[in-house]
T-cell receptor, first 115, second 112 residues
């Protein structure tokens, strides 16, 4: 079974530029998550989709971050414009069930550096 | 926000020794999970313990949960150099959908 795929693995941009990350979850997984992990901290949930609907985006800075999951499969996360404090690893995860509690399967992450 | 706080923040041991990490959380939960993260990689699920369970084993891993104290511990027995990683607890809060809230993590270094 293929794992969660993310691209790019690394990205360096200057502040005020835009950037987009892509995630392809495990086939058949209904729920998709985007996390932000700042160096030295645990992951923080940014947004959660079930199929192509948003379940939770309470911690997504909506003035600059946006995310979509078209057709309920892969997803993109965009930052526009980026700030220095957005430097972090952006992790995508998926899980097969949203109701009964289950584990999440993480991708390798995209390391973003904002200069 | 991060619910869990882990203790210690960093742990350095020799191969063959046991490693114990603790996690404290704040709200009621459905389950608590432990994940491992190797440097520069994504997280890997290790073990899940439900709120009505007190102890669970998986290979060299032993997890305990005390809901009255809102705390959990992860014990890795007979550690190996390959166990070197960061370990995070994550609580599944008591809401309609699964939502994991991660702790701050413990960095474990196992020296040969």
């Amino acid at each position: 079974e293929a794992g969660v795929a993310q691209s790019p693995r690394y990205k360096i941009i200057e502040k005020r530029q835009s950037v987009a990350f892509w995630c392809n979850p495990i086939s058949g997984h209904a729920t998709l998550y985007w996390y932000q992990q700042i160096l030295g901290q645990g992951p923080k949930l940014l947004i959660q989709f079930q199929n192509n609907g948003v379940v939770d985006d309470s911690q997504l800075p909506k003035d600059r971050f946006s995310a979509e999951r078209l057709k309920g499969v892969d997803s993109t996360l965009k930052i526009q414009p980026a700030k220095l404090e957005d430097s972090a690893v952006y992790l995508c995860a998926s899980s097969p069930l949203a109701g009964p509690r289950d584990t999440q399967y993480f991708g390798p992450g995209t390391r973003l550096t904002v200069l | 926000s991060q619910q869990g706080e882990e203790d210690p923040q960093a742990l350095s041991i020799q191969e063959g020794e046991n490693a114990t990490m603790n996690c404290s959380y704040k709200t009621s939960i459905n389950n608590l999970q432990w994940y491992r993260q190797n440097s520069g990689r994504g997280l890997v699920h290790l073990i899940l313990i439900r709120s009505n369970e007190r102890e669970k084993h998986s290979g060299r891993l032993r997890v305990t949960l005390d809901t009255s104290k809102k705390s959990s511990s992860l014990l890795i027995t007979a550690s190996r150099a390959a166990d070197t990683a960061s370990y995070f607890c994550a609580t599944d809060e008591n809401t309609g959908f699964q939502k994991l809230v991660f702790g701050t993590g413990t960095r474990l270094l196992v020296s040969p």
